[in-house]
Structures are given as C-alpha cells and as structure tokens.
C-alpha cells in the first residue's frame, strides 16, 4: 500500500523545503524504497516554462518535456529518479482542469466551489501519480508558506486526504524557522509555534516538525517546541545548517528522521545504504584541487537561474576530489576590449543556455576569448549556437552571421526550421562517433538528452564549418540536426544544444560535465 507524505513551510519562504523533501526521498530510497515526489505550487501561473528566471530560478525540464519548478531538479538529484509532467502542479493548472471539465459537462450544471470542486481536482493529482507510478512512498511539496492565501485549497485537500486514506498511511512533517538572536545569544521557538498553531487551525496536525536552524537546539527548546505544538519531543528534530545541501540527508540521517519515518508509517524495508552518497560528501569536504570556472550568463545576479549547471560541476568535482567555484560574470559587461581582463583568472568558461538578446556580443567575445586562448569551453544550448556563430564570424569570415532569433542576417548560421512552430523539447536520442571527445565521454554511440529550444544549426553551412575545423559531433539519428559542435585542435571546446545538466547526479557526474571539469 502506498504511504503519503505532506511536506509543508512555515515562520519564513526560502526555507529549503524542496532540498528537505528530496532529502527525506534520499533516506527512503537507500532503504529500498520506490520513491516518488509531487510538488503542489500555489501560484496561479499554468506554465512555468514562462516564468521569469529572476522571480523563479531555472526552468527544469524533465524527460517527457514538462517545463517545471527548479526543485523538482532537487528531487531528481537526490533521489535518482525521472519526474515527468504528473509532478508538477500549480494552482492555473487545477483551475484550467476544473474549468474545462466544467465546459464539458463533468458537473452537470453544479455551482463550482472551491469546496469540493478545486479540492477534489487536488486529490485527484495525488491519486494519478499513485496509480501510474505504484511507488510506495509518495512525497508532496506545498510550495509557499502558511499563512498564505494561495495555499488554503491545497492545505484543505491535504486535510481531506488523510481523512480519505487508511489510518496509518499519511505523515505531514512541518518545517518552520527557529530563529537565533545574535544579540541576546538565544533561540526563539515562538515563530515554531505560532506557524504549528496555524496549521492546527487549518485541521493539520503535523506528526514531525523540522526546525530550521543556524545552532543546535537544546534539550529544553525541543520540549518546549513538542509542548506547545502537541507532538512527542522525539518527533521535533532539527535541520541545521551546513556549508553544502549534499550533508543534508547525512545530516537528517543522523537526526533519526529515516527511522521515524519508517517507524510512523510502517514502511517494510532494509537497512539503509548511504555509503556512496557519504562517500560523494567526503570527497567534496577534503578536496584536493581547486577550480575557478566562469559562468558568463544573462541572469547571474541570480545563481539560482543555473542551479542545475552548478550542481553539474560540483557533481564533477566531486568525482575529482575539487572545489569548483563558480565565477559569476555577466554577460553584457564584456567586450573584445576587456575580455581578456575579466577572464583572465579563470580556468574555463561556460556559457550555458537562455533566451533572448540580452548580452548576446559579450557571450560571443567570451567564446572567442576561450577559443584563441585555448581556454576549456562549455557552450550549452543557446551557448553552443552563439559558438557557432562566433566561430562563423572569426574563423569563416562571415561577418554578417548570426542566429535567426535576433533577427533577419545574411548568413543564418542558426536558423528556425521550415515549419516549425514549437521548441523542440523532452528527451531526444542524439548519435556520435569513435574519433570524437563526445564519443569518449558517453562511450556509446547513442543516448537520449534533454531539450529546450526553438532554433537549429543551418545545415546548408555544415560543410564550411567542417572544412574551416569545427568538427559535427553529434547530429540526431535522422540527420537532420545537429546536436554536438567541437573544435579539434583546442584543449577542450565543445557545444551542445542539449541541457545535459539536468541529468547530472551527486555520485554520477554527467560525462561531459566530468570531462570538462577534468580538461580544466
């Protein structure tokens, strides 16, 4: 029978829930459990996909195409497993699905209320997931935090949820902050019990609270925190801080929180294994090598737009023993006049994928400065088409090159395919050959990447490009894109319009990723 876990925020946002909630998924799954994750997200957006990176972060993109919240690349990561579009549901979806069911005819004629109407669409997702995975843990995230109106129909179908399943297969853990006051050198467990207080209020009363916390809590503050909030003091465990979130399912381990779980909700199964992911954290905290590569983006005021190509590298890093230190450089500050100034300090360069025209020169002069300096490069979806296009303009002497997404130019090295009206996205297979730096890293001829993008390398330029030395690693099993570019007489230069960052795992770096990291 499958067991239900809720996971929801309180006191502050930011908190960490989804890092908490694939954590928790970490512990399971190195029990032998089938594990899967849900996240409920209480803004009324339909599609992340058309977020802006500087209020949400990166877009995830999972094997079937869904564009999706950033956390449910935590989930993946951790877990190890693939989501797909079942695991990511905001409000503007349940009202869509209402809204349509309602022109159909599905409620023949009923006033349309929030109670039962938008509260059963709720558990009707819970309930898909479970019956097309089978798994025997299911893990929500309700995104936002209590107190928020956008979470009142999710939190009221939470309640009903556990009144609908057999006692005994539903577990709601609470994460709240307990803040430290630096000037009077203490805890404040007041906020805790305020944000349980409003959960109680809503009809949710939580089986495990997670206190979020900077300094281990005493003995006395968890009594308190269990007396006022009505739960056992074994049930109140602290997630402290740590300098990186691959301790945190150590951590949460070492709470005893693997074993509540399993305790509360009688799950069957082994003893747990973390001794790979242990392994993985050790190497990161006694790192032998240090690495500074430059990240040189459009939204690098905001790391968290490329958290999935930063969990890549330390991924990599980690396989090598090194530190990697993202060195964030924006874009639109570079020129041919100080490129050479600004990237003089790093080891390597990563332009990594986006959209639109932003910084678009001072990427293609970083590009051109890590080609003739020989500098490792990493181009990444658009970053890959922009090398071509670097590559055109300075080595092929087609001044005039450009992609088409910017607008009308004489030679379209990038260009839209004749009818094509939507990006090409979701897993692809890709093939590559012997001779190439791709074919070393995958040692297979074939394998599927995922996609995001609109645009493709103009295949009336591909003989001038291979003649000028920019090798076609990589093209789809048809022939009819390309979808690895390198130069073969450089260090390391490769392009993709793939993301393989979103494949990457902490004990499994992605092979390119590795490869990278190893030419730096």
Excluded at 206 to 222: F, G, N
Excluded at 384 to 393: I, N
Aim: overall charge negative; hydrophobic content about 40%; charged content about 25%.
């Amino acid at each position: 029978m499958t067991k239900y876990i809720f996971v929801t925020g309180g006191v502050v946002s930011s908190l960490g829930k989804g890092i908490a909630a694939a954590s928790i998924g970490r512990l399971l799954k190195s029990r032998g459990l089938d594990v899967t994750v849900l996240k409920f997200d209480p803004y009324i957006n339909a599609e992340p996909g058309l977020m802006s990176p500087y209020q949400h972060g990166e877009v995830f993109v999972t094997d079937d195409g869904t564009e999706t919240d950033l956390d449910l690349g935590h989930y993946e990561r951790f877990i190890d497993i693939e989501l797909t579009e079942d695991s990511s549901i905001t409000t503007g979806k349940i009202y869509w699905s209402v809204l349509t069911k309602e022109k159909e005819g599905a409620y023949a004629g009923s006033t349309i209320q929030v109670v039962p109407h938008v509260t059963n669409e709720i558990k009707e997702r819970i309930l898909k997931i479970q019956d097309r995975s089978q798994a025997d843990v299911i893990i929500i995230e309700i995104g936002g935090t209590i107190g928020d109106i956008e979470q009142l129909p999710f939190l009221e179908a939470i309640r009903q949820f556990r009144s609908d399943q057999p006692k005994g297969t539903v577990l709601n853990i609470h994460m709240a902050l307990v803040p430290y006051l630096k000037v009077a050198g203490e805890i404040k467990t007041k906020p805790v019990q305020h944000s349980v207080k409003e959960l109680r209020s809503l009809g949710i009363h939580p089986d495990i609270v997670l206190c979020r916390t900077e300094v281990p809590l005493s003995k006395e503050a968890i009594d308190k925190i269990a007396l006022f909030c009505d739960i056992e003091s074994n049930s109140v465990l602290q997630a402290l801080d740590v300098s990186s979130i691959y301790e945190i399912p150590l951590n949460y381990e070492r709470e005893g929180i693997g074993n509540l779980i399993v305790e509360k909700l009688n799950l069957g199964c082994k003893e747990p294994d973390l001794s790979s992911w242990a392994r993985m954290v050790s190497n990161l905290q006694n790192a032998t090598h240090e690495l500074n590569i430059a990240i040189v983006g459009k939204y690098v005021e905001l790391p968290d737009a490329y958290i999935s190509v930063v969990e890549a590298l330390n991924h990599a890093g980690a396989y090598f023993k090194t530190k990697v230190n993202p060195i964030w450089i924006n874009a639109s500050e570079i020129t041919r006049d100080n490129a050479s100034e600004l990237l003089k300090e790093v080891d390597s360069i990563i332009v990594p994928g986006g959209h639109g025209e932003g910084g678009i020169e001072g990427k293609i002069e970083a590009i051109r400065y890590a080609r003739k300096s020989k500098v490792p490069f990493f181009g990444i979806g658009l970053g890959m088409q922009l090398a071509v296009v670097e590559f055109a303009r300075n080595v092929m002497d087609l001044e005039d090159a450009h992609s088409e997404e910017f607008g009308p130019c004489k030679n379209p090295v990038i260009h839209l395919p004749e009818g094509r009206t939507e990006m090409r996205i979701g897993s692809y297979p890709c093939i590559t050959i012997p001779i190439t730096r791709a074919y070393n890293a995958y040692q297979c001829y074939e394998f599927y990447e995922r996609h995001r993008h609109l645009y493709e390398f103009n295949n009336e330029y591909r003989r001038m490009f291979i003649d000028e030395g920019m090798f076609l690693a990589g093209v789809d099993p048809d022939d009819n894109f390309v979808e690895i570019v390198e130069i073969r007489k450089h260090p390391w230069f490769i392009g993709v319009q793939f993301h393989p960052e979103f494949k990457s795992r902490p004990y499994r770096p992605h092979p390119l990723f590795r490869d990278f990291v190893k030419a730096t």
